[in-house]
């Protein structure tokens, strides 16, 4: 069985996580760090402590009405993508921990775009 991280839990939610193959499972956002637990395989899970989050990735349309996905980018170990049932709760309480500068918009669908012809042309 996986020790968590915290030792007092602020939010747990059903989610999914996007590492390699789909896996579902349950969010945990305490005070020590972000946990991922598969809901079928007990070994299948992701903890991020605090103090190793640089920058928290969200994808936002409609203004603001919808976060289809969020993405938690690590200071070694790369980007970490997760879906869940309510992104704005998560991310509310995320905030408590990691520095609201740090927490970001993604680039949307059109600004891909504009950069990637910025670059051609300027070649």
Not at 9 to 25: I, R
Not at 56 to 83: D, E, H, L, W
Not at 85 to 110: C, N, Q, T
Request: no cysteine; proline share 3%; aromatic share 12%.
């Amino acid at each position: 069985m996986v020790q968590s991280l915290n030792t007092k839990v602020d939010l747990v939610v059903k989610a999914t996580s996007y590492q390699g193959l789909t896996d579902y499972g349950k969010i945990m956002v305490g005070d020590k760090g972000f946990e991922f637990y598969n809901e079928r395989d007990a070994n299948n899970f992701i903890q991020i402590p605090w103090e190793e989050v640089d920058y928290v990735i969200a994808s936002v349309m409609f203004k603001g009405k919808k976060i289809p996905r969020y993405a938690i980018q690590t200071k070694k170990n790369g980007t970490y993508s997760f879906a869940s049932k309510e992104p704005k709760e998560v991310l509310r309480a995320i905030r408590k921990y990691v520095d609201p500068s740090r927490m970001v918009r993604s680039l949307s669908f059109l600004d891909v775009i504009k950069r990637g012809m910025k670059n051609i042309f300027k070649r």
